[in-house]
C-alpha cells in the first residue's frame, strides 16, 4: 500500500484524482492529512481546495522564519526592501510577497480581486478555461494566495458547478 | 525654454475662457507597468532608459499622439520643470526625475504620459469643467491604443500591477478639483472634509499630495483602485461630486440670504489687498484670488470675469509669473511682480455696492 505523500508516515487510503482540461492529476493521502486540509469532495475544485487548506494549518513559526529570508526571485528584491518603501520591485513581486500584500490590499481596496479592463491579450476573469490552466500552475508551484483568488474567480463565473472528477477510497 | 510653444497655445486644466463654476477641472489617471520588467524605483539608470525608449516610441504610433512632444527630463531646464508642475501636467515626483525619464506631451496639453515616475507609465487626461467620462474615454483610447504595442505587467486576479500596491487593479485615479469658498465661510469645510475621507475619497489640495487646501480649493479622488471596475469608480466619485457642488451652492445661497454682508466684507477685503498691496505671496495671492472667484460668482464683483481669475491663479504660480515677465525672479521679486500683476489685471474691479 502506498504510503502518504503529505507526511509519508501512514498509508494513503485517499486517492485524489482530478482531471482538468485534459490533464491529470494525482494524490495519494492518510486520512488525518486529507482532513487537515479540508478536502471537500463535491465541487471539482477539490485538489486546488485541499492543497489550499493545508497552507493554512502550515506551523505559523515555520513561515514567519521562511518569510525573513524571502526575496523575490526574478529582481532581487527582499522583504525588508518592501517593508521600507512599500513599493516593489517588479511585477513578480506580487506573488512572492502574496503574504504580505494579502491583508494590505485587502485594508486598502473595496476587494480583493480584479473587475475591469484587462489587456486584449491577457486571461480574462470570465475565460474559465484559462483560469483553470492557471489554477493548475499555481496549485503545481504551491502559490496559494494566487490559487485562492484564481479559485474565487472560477467559482465567481461558474456559479460554484462541480466539473473535475474525485474519487474518494476512504476505507 | 521647451515648454514655451506649449504654454503658448494656453490649454491648461483652468478654463482660461469660460466658466465652469465650482467644479475647476477633471483628471483622469492610468498606471501601467511593462512585463518582465523591474518597476522604476528598483531598476538601473541602463534598465531604465531602454523602457524609456520603448515606450516613447510606442507612444509614438498612437493616432491620438501623433504631433505629441517628447521631453526627455535629463534635458529639461528648471523654469520648464516648474511650469509643468504649475499645469499639472507632472508630479512633484517626477519634476526631479533626471535620466531615463520622459513627458509625452499632447498638443493641446490634454494628454500626458510619464515614463518612468513611480510606475513605468502614469498616463493622465486632464481638461476644465467636470468632464469625468469624457477624460476617462480619452485615456482609455490612449491605453488601449498602447497596448497594441507594448506588454503590460497583468495578472488576471489582480489587475494591473504597479509598484505601489495602493494602485493595483484599475490602476485608475479620478480626481475633480472644486471650488468650495462658500462651504469654507458658513464654517462647513472641515465637516465636509471629513464627511469625504468617510466615504474613502482622497482630498488634497491645490498643489497635490500633502498640500492645504488654500482657497477652498481641493481635489477630490478616489481611494480604492481594486475591486470595482473602472465605470463603478468614476460613478461613485461623479455622484459625490455632485452632492457635493449641492452643498457648496446651498452654502454660497445661505451666506448671500442670511450673511451677505459677511460674503461682501471677506470679497472687499480680497479685492482691496489684490488691487493695493505691494507684496503677495503665491500662497496668500490663492486665497485671495479664490474669494475674488466667490464674489464674481456671487455677483458682488464686476470689471473681472471667472475665466479672467483662473488666468490670474494661473499666472502667479512661480514658474509662470518668471515666464510672464521673461526672467528669473528671487522670492522677494516674485512678491512684488506678483503684486504688480494682480493690480493691473484689477484696474477696472470693483465691488458692485459701493457705498453712498
Redesign the interface.
Known amino acids: 500500500m502506498q504510503k502518504c505523500q503529505i507526511c509519508g508516515k501512514k498509508e494513503a487510503t485517499v486517492h485524489l484524482k482530478q482531471v482538468l482540461d485534459g490533464e491529470t492529476l494525482e494524490m495519494f493521502l492518510c486520512k488525518e492529512c486529507a482532513q487537515k486540509g479540508g478536502l471537500s469532495i463535491d465541487t471539482g475544485l477539490g485538489m486546488a481546495e485541499f492543497v489550499i487548506g493545508l497552507a493554512s494549518a502550515k506551523d505559523k513559526e515555520q513561515k514567519r522564519r521562511a518569510e525573513e529570508e524571502l526575496s523575490c526571485p ?2 532581487h ?1 527582499r522583504r525588508a526592501d518592501f517593508k521600507k ?7 513578480a513581486c ?1 506573488e512572492t510577497f502574496a503574504a504580505d ?1 494579502s491583508p ?2 485587502a485594508e ?18 470570465n ?1 474559465v478555461a ?2 483553470r490552466k ?1 489554477l493548475a500552475a499555481a496549485v503545481a508551484a504551491q502559490r496559494f494566495e ?1 490559487a485562492a ?2 479559485r474565487d ?1 472560477i467559482r465567481a463565473a461558474t456559479g460554484g458547478a462541480p466539473s473535475g472528477a474525485v474519487s474518494d477510497d476512504r476505507q | 525654454m521647451i515648454v514655451n510653444d506649449l504654454v503658448k497655445h494656453q490649454n491648461p486644466w483652468i478654463s482660461l475662457d469660460r466658466e465652469t463654476g465650482i467644479v475647476v477641472s477633471s483628471r483622469v489617471r492610468l498606471a501601467r ?1 511593462l ?5 522604476p ?2 531598476a538601473g539608470e541602463k534598465e531604465r532608459e531602454r523602457l524609456c525608449l520603448e515606450a516613447t516610441e510606442a507612444c509614438r504610433k498612437v493616432p491620438r499622439l501623433a504631433d505629441a512632444a517628447v521631453l526627455d527630463m535629463a534635458g529639461l531646464g528648471e523654469l520648464d520643470r516648474e511650469l509643468l508642475k504649475e499645469r499639472h501636467l507632472i508630479s512633484v515626483e517626477f519634476a526631479e526625475r533626471r535620466e531615463g525619464s520622459a513627458l509625452v506631451l499632447s498638443r493641446d496639453e490634454h494628454i500626458a504620459i510619464m515614463v518612468n515616475e ?1 510606475d513605468h507609465l502614469r498616463m493622465q487626461a486632464i481638461a476644465p469643467g467636470l468632464c469625468l467620462q469624457e477624460t476617462w474615454r480619452e485615456i ?1 483610447s490612449v ?1 488601449t491604443e498602447m ?1 497594441k504595442h507594448l ?11 504597479t ?4 494602485n ?3 490602476g ?1 485615479r479620478a480626481s475633480v478639483m472644486v471650488h468650495l469658498a462658500g462651504l469654507r465661510l458658513t464654517g462647513d469645510f472641515d465637516r465636509a472634509m471629513k464627511g469625504l475621507t468617510r466615504l ?1 475619497l482622497a482630498v488634497r489640495g491645490l498643489f497635490g499630495e500633502g498640500s492645504e487646501a488654500y482657497g477652498g480649493m481641493v481635489q477630490v479622488s478616489n ?10 469608480i468614476l460613478e461613485r466619485l461623479l455622484g459625490i461630486v455632485q452632492d457635493l457642488v449641492v452643498h457648496e451652492r446651498n452654502a454660497r445661497a445661505r451666506l448671500v440670504e442670511r450673511n451677505r454682508i459677511v460674503a461682501l466684507d471677506q470679497v472687499s477685503r480680497a479685492l482691496a489687498i489684490l488691487k493695493h498691496a505691494r507684496l503677495i505671496s503665491s500662497m496668500e495671492a490663492v486665497e485671495l484670488l479664490s474669494m475674488l472667484r466667490l464674489g464674481v460668482d456671487l455677483k458682488l464683483v464686476a470689471g473681472v470675469s471667472e475665466a479672467g481669475i483662473n488666468e490670474m491663479l494661473l499666472m502667479t504660480q512661480p514658474g509662470h509669473l518668471q515666464m510672464h515677465f521673461g526672467r528669473k525672479l528671487d522670492l522677494k521679486e516674485r512678491d512684488r511682480m506678483r503684486a504688480e500683476f494682480v493690480a493691473e489685471r484689477l484696474r477696472d474691479a470693483d465691488v458692485v455696492e459701493r457705498r453712498r
Request: hydrophobic share 30%; net charge negative.
Open positions: 526574478s529582481c528584491m518603501t512599500s513599493r516593489l520591485g517588479c511585477p506580487y500584500l494590505m490590499l486598502m481596496h473595496r476587494g480583493t480581486t480584479h473587475v475591469g479592463k484587462s489587456p486584449r491579450d491577457s486571461v480574462g476573469r475565460d484559462a483560469l492557471a494566487e483568488r484564481l474567480l | 507597468n512585463r518582465d520588467h523591474a518597476f524605483g528598483w513611480e482609455d491605453d497596448e506588454r503590460y505587467a497583468h495578472s488576471p486576479t489582480l489587475g494591473y500591477l509598484a505601489c500596491p495602493t493595483v487593479g484599475t485608475l474613502g481611494q480604492s483602485t481594486l475591486g470595482e471596475s473602472e465605470q463603478a
